[in-house]
Nanobody, 118 residues
Framework: VQFVESGGGLVQPGGSLRLSCAASGFTFSSYGMIWYRQAPGKERELVATISSAGGRTNYADSVKGRFTIFRINAKNTVYLQMNSLKPEDTAVYYC????????????WGQGTQVTVSS
């Protein structure tokens, strides 16, 4: 099982980024997917989830209305569109399979750094 996150970078407050997570080693279309983030000195937190077919999504209150999770099962990839970014969104972003908990807790990717700063 492997997760490869990409798309992070440095962006000014109010800006946008789209993160991607390419997954392999399991039947992607059978699993919900989760985006997490971890800021320096803080625990990893759940940001957004999406069901296996993409019909159901959930978001942390802190990102609701600003972030959108979606997936393309034919590409084994889940995305996180982040708009109206705030400095408090600065973190390393990770993905994993699952609903509310990671299905593969031993298989975290390297993550992608998002820094929101002027």
């Amino acid at each position: 099982v492997q997760f490869v996150e990409s798309g992070g970078g440095l962006v000014q407050p109010g800006g946008s980024l789209r993160l991607s997570c390419a997954a392999s080693g399991f039947t992607f279309s059978s699993y919900g997917m989760i985006w997490y983030r971890q800021a320096p000195g803080k625990e990893r937190e759940l940001v957004a989830t999406i069901s296996s077919a993409g019909g159901r999504t959930n978001y942390a209150d802190s990102v609701k209305g600003r972030f959108t999770i979606f997936r393309i099962n034919a590409k084994n990839t889940v995305y996180l569109q982040m708009n109206s970014l705030k400095p408090e969104d600065t973190a390393v972003y990770y993905c994993n399979a699952g609903g509310s908990r990671p299905s593969y807790p031993g298989s975290w990717g390297q993550g992608t750094q998002v820094t929101v700063s002027s």
